[in-house]
């Protein structure tokens, strides 16, 4: 029920491609949803969240979709960039709670 | 002007030992975390800390004891040095809960 299902482990796509990274949940007290972009050597950084009022939020080339009677979100990176290869990890929480339930990421990598 | 910062960045120990890691922020929030990420890079929570009051203890060793002497620090301590304890370390801080700020990490090597 704590789990935050993510997908594909890896992927890889040639620049100018739309990079789409899956993830699913089941606990549906689950209201916040974030996705983190993490550099190697580097901490995790918070990219783009999105709340289950909405269906869609976009940020620059990054969008969330959101499906919240499938519990399923993803993450879609418009004409995706070498600077974009990283590892992406949705994550899920309780509003009120402290805690983010993070999938297992996603190894991207943007071949020039 | 870094926001979340650890040290040491690395770390290198034998099995053991104790050693501890600092992690101090500069944002003025009032949470702070401990995370592991491991090899495979899963990121697992570990403490969580609200105005020095621990919130969160996650299902870790009671070798782990975090220690938060004021809202702006949280420091991480390490008894008896296991191998499986080697990993990535990451602090992180909060003030509207959820956007959390990480640090760069600390490496942690148990030889």
């Known amino acids: 029920q704590q789990q935050v299902k993510q997908s594909p482990q890896s992927l890889i796509v040639q620049k100018g491609g739309i990079s789409i990274i899956n993830c699913a949940y089941e606990?549906?007290?689950?209201?916040?949803f974030p996705w983190y972009q993490q550099f190697p050597g580097k901490g995790p950084a918070l990219l783009i969240a999105i709340r289950p009022d909405v269906s869609e939020k976009k940020e620059g080339r990054f969008t969330i979709s959101f499906n919240k009677s499938a519990k399923q979100f993803s993450l879609h990176i418009m004409d995706s960039q070498p600077g974009d290869s990283a590892t992406y990890f949705c994550?899920?929480?309780?509003?009120?709670?402290?805690?983010?339930?993070f999938g297992k990421g996603t190894k991207l990598t943007v071949n020039p | 002007d870094t926001a979340v910062s650890q040290t040491p960045k690395y770390l290198v120990t034998q099995m053991g030992n104790d050693k501890s890691i600092k992690c101090e922020q500069n944002l003025g929030h009032d949470t702070m975390y401990w995370y592991k990420q491991d090899s495979k890079k899963f990121l697992k929570i570990m403490f969580s800390?609200?105005?020095?009051?621990?919130?969160i203890n996650e299902t870790v060793p009671n070798r782990f004891s975090p220690k938060s002497p004021d809202k702006a620090h949280l420091n991480l301590h390490i008894n008896s040095l296991e191998l499986g304890d080697s990993a990535v370390y990451f602090c992180?801080?909060?003030?509207?809960?959820?956007?959390?700020?990480f640090g760069p990490g600390t490496r942690l090597t148990v030889l």
């Open positions: 992180a801080s909060s003030r509207t809960y959820n956007e959390q700020f």
């Open positions: 606990n549906t007290a689950f209201d916040y």
């Open positions: 800390y609200n105005n020095k009051e621990l919130i």
């Open positions: 994550a899920a929480s309780i509003i009120g709670s402290e805690k983010l339930v």
